[in-house]
């Protein structure tokens, strides 16, 4: 079965960082792209950044843009999202996702709450 598993969640002061892991399992984890969204209370679910299966490049929304950035390390079958500067806007359930022959896959999330 296929598995993500998000951590790395916390509380932290405006301007702060965090580190997001996804753990990933049960599908060719180097043959697919990976995503990460938030959902905000009462909000959309948003794409913030997501990293290719073929070369690792990494394409980010504009409001996280030059402040997140995406990696994966295949060997570990992980994802990481490493976070900067952040701001109240960007408390959020954080989620890593995979689409696998047309079905959609999501963790169970991580919650990042930003003080200010």
């Known amino acids: 079965d296929v598995q993500l598993q998000a951590s790395g969640g916390g509380l932290v002061q405006a301007g702060g960082s965090l580190r997001l892991s996804c753990k990933a399992s049960?599908?060719?984890?180097?043959?697919?792209?990976i995503g990460w969204f938030r959902q905000a209370p009462g909000k959309k679910r948003e794409g913030i950044s997501c990293?290719?299966?073929?070369?690792?490049?990494?394409t980010y929304a504009d409001s996280v843009k030059g402040r997140f950035t995406m990696s994966r390390g295949n060997a570990r079958r992980k994802v990481y999202l490493e976070m900067n500067g952040l701001q109240p806007d960007d408390s959020a359930v954080y989620y890593c996702?995979?689409?696998?022959?047309?079905?959609?896959?999501w963790g169970q999330g991580t919650l990042v709450t930003v003080s200010s």
């Open positions: 049960g599908f060719t984890f180097d043959g697919y792209a």
């Open positions: 996702h995979v689409r696998q022959r047309g079905r959609d896959y």
């Open positions: 990293v290719s299966s073929s070369d690792g490049s990494t």
